[in-house]
């Protein structure tokens, strides 16, 4: 089955093109922001005067931060009821659309903080246009959520069909201000999301197209976009294959590649896709006996191989400054083996072998 409900417009002028669509959610509008990308992509001028030019009104809640804590949700729906708002739009990196997911369910539903990841409690949702200024997460397509519980010190998602947009606009020219840095953490995001569409249980042929042509667009057009900023057409490629990323893992769902990240982020504030990264070749070459045939058929279309994907891979350079302890790795283990993700590995994974890709990171004795 292939279910994608959220309304895509993919253009230099998306925005425009789904004005009638937006202006017909509702009333008054809650934005949902981190503090400072939304106005500097330029994303958050044009959402504000599309709603003036409909004779919306609206109100903004530009308090996301990265790895969105369930905090934030309680607080966003909070705003939402008090101002009387009925849709959101959700405007930024996947951390604000992440949030305003939640905000969503949360504020429709009356949900407890202690609930928010129950996702079986949620009967409806106010519609929501999510607004990516990052090519990376694909959230803009997936019925996921992925907060932080700052109580328990861990990073976790949920999934429910509630939670996918009712519209997803994706306007290449909002990602222009990305740093080389977030260019390529959001870049490498989006390339394992592809790469879990080959590695995860649920694989489907009928992605493959998807997953093929989104990783050769990231393979051509990372480094140009972290070389020339300014690159439309790269900028343009790299928001396609991020959408495929997305809606890949909205049917294959992520694996051991993100779980064993998701620590690194809660410990270290390690970025998301670069948590992915310093793990990708470690994960690759843990499941490429299981993946042999869908791997070797993909670097074939590349026209590379193996090795000289890992050479691409290095010269990114996509490292941790710091090394993890190994305190780390025996306290974190068990939260990764428990992560829902790891439903998804194309085989057992044991504890042995997180360790091993753990000890990669970790410095010498
Ligand atoms: P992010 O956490 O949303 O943002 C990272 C940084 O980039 C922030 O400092 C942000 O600034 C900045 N930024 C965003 N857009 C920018 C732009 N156009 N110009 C300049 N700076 C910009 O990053 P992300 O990688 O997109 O999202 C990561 C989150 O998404 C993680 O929590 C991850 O777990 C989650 N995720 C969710 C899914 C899903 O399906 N739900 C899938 C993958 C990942 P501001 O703070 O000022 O906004
Ligand atoms: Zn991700």
Redesign the pocket.
Known sequence: MFYVPTRIFFAENALAQAKEKILKLGRKALLI??????Q??G?LDAVQSLLKEGGKDWHVFNQ?????SLETVMEGARELLDNGCDFLIGI???????AA?AICLVAANNTRIEDIYNASLYAKAYPLVAI???S????EV?P???LTDQKAGK?A?FGSELAFPYAAILEPS??????PK?TL??GI?ALS?LLEGLYSNKRNPIMYPMIFNGIKTIYKNLPKCMSHPDDLEARTEMMRASLYG?MV??HAS?TLQHSIG?PL?TEYGV???LANGIVMRSVMDLYYPAIKKELDSLFEYLGISRDQFYQWLEALQISLDFPISQSFIENRLPEVLSSRNMANNPFEISAEDIRKIYHELKEEE
Do not use: C, Q, R, W
């Open positions: 922001t981190g503090k400072h990308s939304a500097k992509s994303a996301v931060s990265e790895n969105p930024g990196g996947g951390s604000p659309i992440d997911k990516p200024t990052t990376g997460t694909g959230t997936t996921y959520s992925v990073k998602g909002f990602t222009l201000t990305m740093s977030v953490h959001t995001d999301h997305g893992i909205a992520t998701y982020t970025p998301h896709g």
